[in-house]
């Protein structure tokens, strides 16, 4: 497969997603290595400012293909179709549970938890959601291309945490990705693995957080886009099919 030529037919949403996965990629490694070696000011700095950077860069472009691109909240994994709904399900069985055995965690010291919390959020849009609708259009014509798509992006959040994982341990983090993606892709749902990868970094607290930003990316969908765009003068970017 040559994926150069793939590349070519690809639309310039879809080219701008490969860079910006690829520039993630990087920029998110860089910062998890000033992480795990932040012992000094200096380091922990060039941590926050990597990671706001990589935050801002990932708004805008969200931002862009929203209003300019009239690309649907659908593509970046905000649904409330069967998998959205059992998606929310889930995650308020999950608490309600929680709260009647009383065991909600206050949330970690406030920087920290915020920093874990939307660092968290953007992996999943981007290494999931975008990721795998990306490489599914560029493997087109490979055989089990959403598999392989799933792989790949797997791949490249397991390239972000080497710099602070141990190798036994990056293995597990790429099993991990093959089921949060399989997931997204089977319900075309961010919340899931939003809400898994959320919980593992800032606790039960940080889960909560992640279903009301899911909710109020529905309703700003249905209050706002839907009622500007309802002419539809450009087309929305299409979800891509296995």
Same mark, same amino acid.
């Given at each position: 497969?040559?994926? #150069?030529?793939?590349?070519?037919?690809?639309?310039?949403? %879809?080219?701008?997603?490969?860079? =910006?996965?690829?520039?993630?990629?990087?920029?998110?490694?860089?910062?998890?290595?000033?992480?795990?070696?932040?012992?000094?000011?200096?380091?922990?700095? $060039?941590?926050?400012? #990597?990671?706001?950077?990589?935050?801002?860069?990932?708004?805008?472009?969200?931002?862009?293909?929203?209003?300019?691109?009239?690309?649907?909240?659908?593509?970046?994994?905000?649904?409330?179709?069967?998998?959205?709904? /059992?998606?929310? =399900?889930?995650? #308020?069985?999950?608490?309600?549970?929680?709260?009647?055995?009383?065991?909600?965690? $206050? &949330? &970690?010291?406030?920087? +920290?938890?915020?920093?874990? +919390? /939307?660092?968290?959020?953007?992996?999943?849009?981007?290494?999931?959601?975008?990721?795998?609708?990306?490489?599914?259009?560029?493997? %087109?014509?490979?055989?089990?291309?959403?598999?392989?798509?799933?792989?790949?992006?797997?791949?490249?959040?397991?390239?972000?945490?080497? !710099?602070?994982?141990? !190798?036994?341990?990056?293995?597990?983090?790429?099993?991990?990705?093959?089921? $949060?993606?399989? /997931?997204?892709?089977?319900?075309?749902?961010?919340? /899931? @693995?939003?809400?898994?990868?959320?919980?593992?970094?800032?606790?039960?607290?940080?889960?909560?957080?992640?279903? +009301?930003?899911? +909710? #109020?990316? $529905?309703?700003?969908?249905?209050?706002?886009?839907?009622?500007?765009?309802?002419?539809?003068?450009? &087309?929305?970017?299409?979800? @891509?099919?296995?």
């Amino acid at each position: 497969m040559n994926l #150069l030529a793939s590349y070519t037919k690809l639309s310039k949403f %879809d080219k701008a997603s490969v860079w =910006l996965i690829a520039a993630l990629t990087v920029l998110g490694a860089f910062s998890n290595f000033a992480r795990v070696r932040a012992d000094n000011v200096i380091d922990f700095t $060039l941590m926050t400012l #990597l990671g706001v950077i990589m935050w801002s860069g990932v708004a805008v472009v969200v931002l862009f293909s929203l209003f300019m691109l009239r690309v649907s909240v659908r593509y970046f994994g905000f649904s409330l179709g069967w998998g959205g709904t /059992i998606s929310i =399900l889930f995650v #308020l069985g999950f608490s309600i549970f929680k709260m009647l055995q009383n065991q909600i965690q $206050l &949330p &970690p010291q406030a920087t +920290l938890f915020t920093f874990s +919390l /939307i660092g968290a959020c953007v992996e999943e849009l981007v290494f999931r959601a975008i990721a795998i609708n990306t490489f599914i259009k560029l493997f %087109d014509g490979l055989s089990g291309k959403t598999f392989w798509a799933i792989a790949a992006s797997g791949s490249m959040w397991v390239a972000v945490h080497i !710099p602070s994982k141990e !190798p036994s341990m990056l293995i597990g983090l790429f099993i991990t990705s093959l089921i $949060l993606g399989t /997931i997204y892709y089977k319900s075309k749902s961010l919340l /899931i @693995p939003a809400w898994v990868h959320v919980v593992a970094n800032t606790s039960w607290f940080g889960g909560v957080v992640t279903l +009301l930003v899911y +909710l #109020l990316m $529905l309703i700003f969908d249905w209050l706002v886009l839907k009622r500007i765009f309802s002419r539809g003068v450009i &087309p929305v970017q299409s979800m @891509p099919t296995g």
